[in-house]
């Protein structure tokens, strides 16, 4: 079945700092590609998301590639800022038997220190 | 404003208790879901629906019962609580698995 396999936390850097958070997926289709983010106490927000390979998702800074040869969509940023601070989750959408659906990561918690 | 309400926001039963979970979406997509987060855990996914009328289990159904009542509701029932299903709870509804869009949550405690 399919599965996402993303970097375990907690992340803590500072503020400035390059951020990278992996993610890996193994799928059986040709899966869409998303990251959400949680900030405490909220729901989950659609962060970035790509539907075919090497397409690249972007939001506020961040960035993550669509990369079938290594079946991964890494999240990037290169400054993080305090308010970044939340769980990010990798999840991919395939459809599987009679529907779409979507698999989640466990999450990776970021913390971002002034 | 369009999106996916879901009600309560929280609640605490006893275990053994009963309570259903309330979901509705006014972006008329077809599927909607039910998911649970639990630390550590990510969020996992309890019942589907891919289209009024039709609903199938997903990774972690026991205990929980559905219905889709209508294209915009999609309801989640806990027949007798137990402590293992203290959890948050979120909704999604989907067009075509291009798009998630997820409710603000619900909070359960079971004591």
């Known amino acids: 079945g399919d599965s996402v396999t993303q970097m375990e936390g907690p992340v803590t850097l500072s503020e400035e700092a390059f951020l990278t958070i992996n993610c890996t997926y193994t799928a059986t289709g040709y899966p869409s590609l998303f990251w959400y983010v949680q900030y405490p106490g909220e729901g989950l927000q659609l962060l970035l998301k790509a539907t075919k390979a090497d397409d690249k998702g972007s939001n506020k800074g961040f960035e993550a590639t669509y990369r079938k040869e290594t079946t991964s969509f890494h999240l990037e940023k290169g400054s993080v800022q305090v308010s970044d601070s939340a769980v990010y989750f990798c999840a991919l959408s395939d459809y599987g038997g009679s529907n779409y659906k979507l698999t989640f990561g466990k999450g990776t918690l970021l913390t971002v220190n002034p | 404003n369009a999106g996916v309400t879901q009600t309560p926001k929280f609640q605490v039963l006893k275990t053994g208790q009963s309570m259903t979970l309330q979901c509705a979406q006014d972006m008329n997509h077809n599927s909607m879901y039910w998911y649970r987060q639990d630390p550590g855990m990510g969020l996992r996914l309890i019942y589907y629906s891919a289209s009024e009328g039709t609903t199938d289990k997903g990774e972690v159904p026991n205990g929980y019962n559905v219905s889709r009542l209508n294209k915009r509701e999609f309801s989640l029932r806990l027949e007798s609580a137990a402590p293992s299903q203290t959890s948050v709870y979120f909704c999604?509804?989907?067009?075509?698995?291009?798009?998630?869009?997820f409710g603000s949550g619900t909070r359960l405690t079971v004591v």
């Open positions: 999604a509804s989907s067009d075509r698995g291009r798009g998630y869009t």
